[in-house]
C-alpha cells in the first residue's frame, strides 16, 4: 500500500515549482527584449587616441619620474623634521619626569643615584733623587 502521507508534501513543491516558472519566465522574457533593444541600436564609434610622439612620450616620463623625485625630497624633509621634533619632545618630558621626581614619587622611576666625592689629598712633592739632573 502506498504512503499517502507525503501526497500533500508533494503536492505543494509542485505549486511551489509551477510558480517558479511562470515567475522566472516573464522575467526571463523581460530581459531578453532588453538585450534585443539594446543591441539594435546603435553603438558610438569611439574614436582611437592619438599617438604620441617620441619627444612627447620622453616629456610625459620625465615629468612623472621628476615629479616623484620631488615628492621623495619633500618626504625625507619631513621625516627629518618629525625626527627632530619627537627627539625635542622626548627631551622635555624627560626633563619633566626628573625635575618632578625630586619633589614626588613618579611610579616605575628610579631616583637618581648620589654621587660622593672623595677628598683627595695632595701629594707631597718629589723629592729630586741621584739619577734626575737639574737643569742650570
Request: glycine letters at 6%; charged letters at 20%.
Amino acid at each position: 500500500m502506498a504512503d499517502t502521507s507525503k501526497i500533500p508534501v508533494a503536492n505543494a513543491f509542485v505549486g511551489i515549482y509551477a510558480a517558479i516558472s511562470r515567475a522566472s519566465a516573464s522575467v526571463f522574457d523581460f530581459l531578453r527584449s532588453q538585450m534585443v533593444n539594446s543591441s539594435a541600436k546603435e553603438m558610438p564609434r569611439q574614436s582611437e587616441p592619438r599617438r604620441l610622439s617620441l619627444a612627447e612620450q620622453w616629456s610625459q616620463i620625465s615629468g612623472i619620474v621628476m615629479g616623484a623625485a620631488s615628492r621623495a625630497e619633500e618626504a625625507t624633509r619631513c621625516h627629518a623634521s618629525a625626527t627632530l621634533q619627537l627627539d625635542l619632545a622626548q627631551y622635555a618630558l624627560t626633563s619633566l619626569v626628573d625635575e618632578l621626581s625630586a619633589v614626588m614619587d613618579v611610579g616605575g622611576r628610579r631616583r637618581r643615584a648620589t654621587v660622593h666625592v672623595l677628598g683627595v689629598a695632595p701629594q707631597p712633592p718629589r723629592r729630586p733623587t741621584m739619577g734626575d739632573a737639574i737643569a742650570a
